[in-house]
């Protein structure tokens, strides 16, 4: 019991240290209204944005930056009305809950950030950019449907691994993913190295992370022998306390890594993509088939999959399953990290990012079969395109009921995904 | 320091309104989880459509109360059978994420843009619970020095209250019963039950549905108690905390979701209002801790103690350690 | 156990006399099959895990199927009680076709199996065990559940029934006791006393004597031949030979899938085609298909996993891998 506690503190002190650094200096900047206006990834400038005083006075008025920023200072804590210049977006461009006025309270000593989701012009089938035609469109869809597929499978294949080896459903993995952007944030912003410096060291602590929760809790409690259910609502209750610490120390607001916030696209055929997200797109690649490769040619990989079929045969044929399982948390911690780092450079950082992603990561697991590494693959590019191509029929801000209405017809079609097996009973 | 202040509204939280809904939701899941061993992960959907059904029913189509309710009610059936037909044939983890799934999918479709029309979009509904306070017998607030409940509060807490004794006596009833030692022996091994003649799928659908319905009468309370409705409130981390309430008082206890729903409030009451009073008097640094963080230490306290339950206590505050309810498979 | 001290068992001899006649090959005719199956098959993949042409069991007999490991006796025996879906093929119970009938609907007809891994409902008593097999219970329906007067007369008659067996299985000082917390070989006897509430005309036990102590294993026996003098039919995988030549009638052999021989247990163990499926090609003319118990404990042992007792999770043998003993101190 008393192990159990010291290493939980253990645990959670050095949660409370990583996200330490300097975390009290960078926002308490005094009171003010901010906001990042970005529409599908990409920053929106040159939008007009108007404060005033509860009373009608004007406060301030902006215009957003290149990166999408825009911040107000206002002069005490108190209730200011933030105005959103329509006709200042861009052609094509809408605010996608049609609320340009939002009226908010700012506490003393620290800004409060105001949201205007910006999406393509309301209705089904609205074209993203001016432009374009039809298929430029599809296209288009196709391409961030298998770039958001990549980030789930990168999450994906160690949930899936963890599974297959553990049976745990790990609901906190999702924050194994918060953690790598974070960190990422941390080593870019606070410390000053490059975003890709800082990805790096982001990926190896994710790894570090995932050994280190194997480590000191999750092996522990598989030595207790506690039930795969209890397991898996231990994993709801990390979550939560994972998540809440981020917002302690992160806030509540969506925040950008200091470089590669806006790069204009390159014109590849008939749609634009920026370099940065073709550049993750191929490290993703590399990575997914380096680790594809080692689970069927290594001695190590073969073993992870002795483990996935039967855990009791492997270990009676001399495999360490603990061992394995350690390794699957460490490449899952690593995959996990690397997976936040692009998503926040595609979208940016908030403590709520890896949960967000996590439903999606799910039912990739899910619809490839559960505990097939790559099922797992093939489930996540089918959620990212099911993602992004729903938006040809619905709104944009339903694109996840999409995917996840995807997740549910497939389980009823066939109920061991894709890639799965059926179970023997008796 | 406000002591006294600090004291009363964690006094008052113990019979309030969150520690009603919270205990009909927990009672409700309560049946999936700890008496059919269902993992439903969506149990703030059943709220939510709930909810959502009356509020629709009474504020967009200006239709009378009792339709709503009836409308409520007839949503969470609906409901149960979507997300049961499809996987109450299937292992235990795919109603896990199946029925997070549709709770998003639900949340989202309740705050989209589309259908705002009906729904009020991110802003919810209001001014349904007219006909309920109408029928408000209280003519006079309870005002002690602990504790003080408006007439509407005294309204809410009574009817509350009512249905939560209906909902434990429903329970009590039927797990004394063989529908009860059916639906308990599901939990065990349901292929087992198979062989002995009894139709297992049929079983679970009827357990998700009462479950679901127990549970929906907390998302009328809810509703009715703040006179408005917000998608936002129908989350995952709702569900979160009934499990931690289900867990806390005891899985599979009919009793449980009540004690584990009083104690859950009473504690997360008291630390939400002790810690900002501690920061104003500045026995907290701000440096250390802003009034803002303080919220999210509510909730990180509720993960960790979720975890100590599941880990040294999981068979809940009172249980009996040979009846615990999760060390299966 | 009566049956243990008749040596000559009317029902013993009436079963010999009548199987005395029939061609000793594999799909012979009976002179009164209750179960006759027709081209039964099922396939894993590329694999065909079971392919049997034709087959008839002689009702009031005991029917040994026997094989080594990955003959397919358990998938087939899955596919009789509609645990498993064959690829083609249809069989008959009583006449009736079985094809497509639900796992319950089979058991309700009169034919019940028990399993492999036993499936004892561990946090159930002993008593409500027994109570969950009786068919056409009254109160297991959920509106009529919650008015005891509607069921309490019939809940008193299963219950006297279920203690007259318990009483027969020398079980009834365990009465009250958590299922979870008997022996090995307890939770086999309970197993297949829960079946008999069923009121079966045909018993399948899947290996009933797998992990079960010597001690009991007469006992066990003794059972399985009383099944027959009750007139009921028995159809058994097991691998302990000593077993299969003292109680059964009459065996029916499998190997990779199909069925490959069949006759009285003497005949059988000496037949070369029977020799040759379990020793592999190149055994040295040794008759032993005792053998095959050493493959044999390393099956069952292995996956004992003790609470769950369904392979469960891929790790049920991860996370708990020491077998069934801690449950029954």
């Known amino acids: ?426 | 320091m406000n002591w006294d202040v600090i004291f009363s509204v964690s006094l008052e939280s113990l019979i309030g309104l969150s520690t009603i809904v919270y205990a009909l939701a927990a009672i409700g899941l309560n049946v999936h989880f700890g008496y059919t061993g269902l993992l439903n992960f969506g149990q703030s959907a059943f709220l939510g459509v709930a909810a959502y059904g009356m509020a629709i029913t009474v504020t967009t189509f200006g239709q009378p109360f009792w339709l709503g309710i009836l409308v409520g009610l007839g949503g969470v059936v609906v409901l149960a059978l979507l997300l049961g037909i499809p996987t109450l044939r299937l292992r235990a983890d795919y109603l896990a994420i199946v029925t997070i799934a549709a709770a998003e999918i639900v949340r989202l479709l309740f705050r989209s843009v589309t259908l705002s029309e009906w729904t009020g979009g991110s802003d919810g509904l209001q001014q349904f619970s007219q006909s309920f306070y109408d029928m408000n017998p209280y003519s006079s607030p309870i005002e002690t020095t602990l504790i003080s409940f408006s007439t509407r509060e005294l309204w809410v807490l009574t009817v509350g209250w009512v249905l939560v004794a209906i909902a434990l006596l429903i329970v009590w009833l039927l797990m004394r019963s063989p529908w009860g030692r059916v639906i308990k022996a599901i939990r065990e091994d349901e292929d087992a039950v198979r062989s002995l003649g009894k139709n297992v799928f049929s079983y679970k659908i009827q357990a998700l549905i009462l479950g679901g319905v127990l549970g929906s009468l907390g998302g009328f309370v809810f509703a009715l108690g703040l006179a408005a409705i917000q998608p936002d409130t129908y989350g995952t981390e709702f569900t979160f905390y009934m499990y931690t309430i289900v867990i806390l008082g005891g899985a599979a206890r009919v009793f449980g979701p009540v004690v584990g729903s009083m104690i859950f409030w009473f504690l997360l009451t008291f630390i939400n209002a002790l810690l900002p009073s501690l920061i104003s008097v500045g026995a907290i640094p701000s440096s250390i801790m802003t009034t803002n963080q303080a919220g999210a230490v509510g909730y990180i306290l509720v993960g960790i103690g979720l975890m100590l339950l599941l880990i040294f206590r999981p068979q809940g505050i009172f249980g009996d350690k040979k009846e615990v309810m999760l060390d299966a498979r | 156990m009566p049956a243990d001290q008749q040596t000559d068992a009317p029902a013993k001899a009436r079963a010999v006399a009548a199987l005395a006649d029939v061609p000793r090959e594999p799909g012979a005719k009976k002179p009164d099959p209750i179960l006759v199956v027709d081209k039964v098959v099922r396939r894993f993949g590329g694999l065909t895990a079971v392919n049997v042409g034709h087959v008839e069991i002689q009702r009031g007999a005991i029917t040994a199927l026997i094989g080594p490991n990955g003959a397919g006796k358990t998938t087939f025996f899955n596919l009789l009680t509609g645990f498993d879906k064959p690829d083609e093929g249809n069989w008959a119970f009583n006449g009736q076709p079985l094809q497509g009938v639900a796992a319950h609907k089979v058991a309700r007809r009169g034919m019940v199996r028990t399993f492999q891994l036993t499936k004892s409902l561990n946090r159930l008593s002993v008593i409500d065990n027994m109570r969950l097999g009786a068919t056409g219970q009254r109160g297991e329906n959920f509106w009529r559940a919650l008015i005891p007067g509607l069921w309490k007369k019939q809940e008193q008659d299963v219950t006297e029934r279920a203690d007259e067996l318990l009483a027969r299985f020398k079980l009834d000082a365990k009465r009250e006791d958590f299922a979870g917390s008997l022996s090995g070989g307890q939770r086999k006897l309970l197993e297949m006393a829960r079946a008999l509430m069923v009121n079966p005309e045909m018993v399948m036990l899947d290996e009933p004597m797998a992990g079960v102590n010597p001690a009991l294993t007469q006992s066990l026996l003794g059972h399985v031949k009383g099944l027959r003098e009750l007139g009921m039919t028995v159809l058994f995988v097991e691998h302990d030979m000593d077993m299969v030549r003292d109680i059964s009638d009459w065996v029916i052999v499998m190997g990779q899938g199909e069925v490959i021989a069949e006759g009285t247990p003497d005949e059988v163990m000496a037949d070369q085609r029977v020799i040759d499926a379990y020793l592999g090609a190149h055994h040295d003319g040794a008759a032993d298909p005792d053998a095959d118990p050493a493959a044999d404990t390393a099956g069952p042992a292995a996956p004992a996993a003790p609470a769950a007792g369904e392979p469960a999770g891929p790790t049920a043998g991860a996370t708990a891998p020491k077998p069934a003993k801690e449950d029954g101190q």
């Not at chain 1, 206006?37 to 004007?58: F, H, R």
């Not at chain 1, 869809?141 to 980030?151: A, D, K, P, R, S």
């Not at chain 1, 952007?181 to 800082?198: E, H, Q, S």
């Open chain 1, 1 to 426: 019991m008393r192990r159990a506690v010291v290493m939980l503190t253990a645990f959670l002190a050095s949660l409370f240290i990583a996200f330490g650094f300097g975390a009290t200096s960078a926002w308490a900047e005094g009171e003010a209204l901010q906001g990042t206006l970005i529409n599908n990834g990409q920053p929106v400038a040159g939008v007009q944005i108007t404060v005033s005083s509860q009373d009608g006075a004007q406060v301030g008025q902006v215009q957003s930056g290149p990166d999408g920023k825009w911040t107000v200072p206002v002069p005490a804590a108190g209730t200011y009305r933030v105005e959103l210049d329509v006709t200042t977006l861009p052609e094509g461009l809408t605010l996608t809950n049609n609320r340009p006025v939002l009226t908010l309270p700012v506490f003393e000593g620290s800004a409060r950030t105001a949201l205007f989701p910006i999406g393509s012009e309301a209705g089904a089938g609205a074209p993203v950019d001016p432009g374009p035609n039809r298929l430029g469109q599809i296209l288009d869809l196709v391409y961030t449907g298998l770039h958001l597929g990549l980030m789930i499978a990168l999450a994906a294949l160690g949930l899936s691994l963890i599974f297959g080896t553990m049976g745990l459903t790990n609901f906190a993995h999702g924050e194994l993913v918060t953690f790598g952007a974070l960190m990422a944030f941390i080593f870019n912003v606070f410390v000053g190295l490059p975003v890709i410096v800082a990805g790096v060291i982001a990926v190896a602590l994710g790894a570090g992370f995932g050994w280190f929760q194997d480590r000191f809790f999750w092996g522990w409690l598989r030595k207790r022998r506690t039930g795969l259910i209890g397991m898996m609502i231990i994993s709801i209750g990390l979550a939560l306390t994972m998540r809440y610490i981020s917002l302690y120390w992160f806030r509540g607001e969506t925040r950008q890594y200091s470089d590669y916030v806006a790069q204009p696209g390159i014109d590849i055929g008939p749609i634009a993509i920026a370099p940065k997200n073709l550049i993750m797109d191929l490290i993703a690649i590399v990575v997914l088939v380096a680790v594809s490769v080692a689970l069927v040619k290594t001695r190590l990989g073969k073993a992870t999959r002795a483990v996935s079929t039967n855990p009791a045969l492997a270990a009676a044929s001399g495999i360490n399953v603990d061992a394995i399982i350690r390794l699957v948390w460490t490449i899952g911690g690593g995959l996990a990290a690397l997976a936040g780092v692009m998503l926040g450079v595609f979208q940016g950082i908030n403590y709520q990012m890896g949960f967000q992603i996590l439903l999606l990561v799910f039912a990739a697991v899910t619809l490839g079969g559960l505990g097939t590494a790559f099922g797992a693959l093939l489930g996540s590019l089918v959620i990212g395109l099911a993602t992004q191509l729903s938006t040809l029929w619905i709104p944009t801000e339903l694109k996840n009921v999409g995917a996840l209405a995807v997740l549910i017809i497939v389980i009823l079609v066939r109920p061991q995904g894709i890639l799965g097996r059926r179970e023997r009973i008796g």
